[in-house]
């Protein structure tokens, strides 16, 4: 049998015990891992660097790097996420709604756990733990399937958390972390149907492209961040500045990160604000406008308008009004995370009702789309369609729901 399926066989054959967990069991096994993670910091940072050597050798991209790389901080980070997983109340039987039917009648809706999540994701060795938790927290076994240039952190992770599960009342088979990382394997993962009960996707496009045409398993889809800031006519430039620097620089390789502004023909500080982001090391690619006024701003191309740089390049945009900020975001935009700084407040009605996004802001950084920052503890992903959970998919996303009907003999007469 292969890799994939005695896996998934044998996730199949824990959601039972697993569904039986307490609220206080789980939380017990979800401090075990954070222990053991603590303890094994510097076998993690090895096996990390393994990774990190054969992505020198394979000429990455320095966003993959930022993505992979681990640190003592990072370690500590992920440890904090599950901490504050252990706050959260475990969603598990809680009552949604309850109503009677005139027959007497009594229907409960309640939480439950999906069953076993299949998730293939990027080089992020923080999604192997954070996914793994959530899942735990929800009572929902996980099959991971990371990417291949993170194979040792990640085999050392699901060894650490697999041990920690040992010595608390979760089976260490909960969660199972497929080393067959071929694309082909992955493919027939997609299609798992019978073992897996959800399949969420986490990465690029050609991911999400290659499960949405070839995935039988329900999916529930992640997708790219090519996020907007429009710097409204009244924004102040302070404000701007120091949102639209967070939102760029902060961290530049994740999704959440800002990829376009779009100025108001009618802001007095634009000059100022480009060569702000210049003295700032900020590549910019501007419109006809800008690139004809500084001479270090090069002219973007239909490609800057479509893509995420994810690197410490902006496209840059004179646009005349919001009507023309949103119909910018509508063409070009992936239904992520998009933001107005004004001081208008009908402009800024008007761009959060009519900007089709996950998640939309008013003076504030795209950067705070993300589980912990949301108050989730941490995300499985960042949900850019519309059915069943849309922006960071915390514990929640991770349940469906049952509904419970209570009678004292009623039979349907018509
Ligand atoms: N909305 C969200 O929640 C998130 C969005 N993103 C987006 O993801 C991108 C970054 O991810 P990136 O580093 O490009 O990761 P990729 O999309 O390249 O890879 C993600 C995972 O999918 C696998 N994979 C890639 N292509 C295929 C395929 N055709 N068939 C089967 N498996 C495949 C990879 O395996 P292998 O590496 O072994 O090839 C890896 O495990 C950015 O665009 C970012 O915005 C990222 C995370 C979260
Ligand atoms: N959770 C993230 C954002 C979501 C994410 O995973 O993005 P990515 O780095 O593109 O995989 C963060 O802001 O830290």
Redesign the pocket.
């Known amino acids: 049998m292969s890799e994939l399926m005695e896996k998934a066989r044998i996730l199949n054959q824990t959601t039972k015990s697993l569904q039986k967990q307490s609220a206080a069991a789980k939380n017990d096994a979800l401090l075990l891992i954070a222990d053991e993670l603590r303890r094994n910091q510097d076998y993690i940072l090895q096996e990390n660097s393994l990774d990190i050597e054969g992505g020198k050798l394979a000429n990455w991209s320095p966003?993959?790097f930022d993505?992979l790389l681990l640190t003592q901080e990072r370690i500590q980070q992920i440890i904090e996420g599950l901490i504050q997983l252990v706050e959260l109340n475990d969603p598990i039987g809680e009552t949604i709604e309850s109503w009677n039917r005139p027959n007497g009648l009594s229907i409960q809706s309640i939480r439950v756990p999906l069953g076993v999540v299949g998730m293939?994701?990027?080089?992020?060795p923080n999604?192997t733990v954070d996914a793994a938790a959530l899942c735990l927290k929800t009572g929902n076994c996980v099959l991971l399937?990371?990417?291949?240039?993170?194979?040792h952190t990640n085999r050392a992770l699901v060894h650490i958390m697999k041990q920690a599960l040992s010595k608390s009342k979760i089976s260490p088979h909960a969660i199972e972390l497929l080393e067959d990382?071929?694309?082909?394997t992955?493919?027939e993962l997609?299609r798992l149907n019978g073992y897996l009960d959800v399949l969420i996707?986490?990465?690029?496009?050609?991911?999400?492209?290659?499960?949405i045409q070839?995935a039988t398993v329900p999916v529930l889809e992640?997708?790219?961040?090519?996020c907007h800031m429009f710097i409204d006519e009244t924004a102040s430039f302070h404000m701007a500045c120091d949102i639209v620097l967070n939102a760029k620089m902060q961290r530049p390789?994740?999704?959440?990160s800002v990829e376009t502004v779009l100025i108001h023909q009618n802001w007095p500080h634009t000059r100022p604000f480009i060569e702000f982001l210049h003295q700032h090391h900020i590549e910019i690619r501007g419109d006809e406008v800008l690139s004809s006024m500084f001479p270090y701003v090069k002219t973007a191309t239909e490609w800057d308008w479509e893509n995420?740089f994810?690197a410490p390049i902006l496209a840059a945009k004179i646009v005349d009004d919001t009507n023309h900020a949103v119909f910018h975001i509508d063409q070009y935009g992936?239904m992520?995370s998009e933001a107005i700084i004004s001081e208008t407040q009908e402009h800024v009605d008007q761009f959060l009702q009519e900007v089709d996004a996950?998640v939309v802001y008013h003076n504030a950084s795209t950067r705070f789309?993300d589980g912990e920052q949301f108050g989730f503890g941490a995300?499985?992903?960042?949900?850019?369609q519309k059915l069943h959970a849309r922006g960071?998919?915390g514990l929640k996303a991770l349940t469906t729901t049952k509904s419970i009907v209570k009678g004292t003999g009623q039979i349907r007469e018509s």
């Open positions: 966003s993959l993505r293939v994701y990027e080089a992020r999604v399937r990371g990417s291949s240039s993170a194979i990382t071929s694309h082909e992955a493919e997609f996707p986490r990465g690029g496009a050609s991911l999400i492209q290659n499960v070839k992640t997708g790219v961040g090519n390789s994740v999704c959440n995420e994810l992936t992520h996950a789309t995300e499985i992903g960042i949900s850019t960071p998919m």
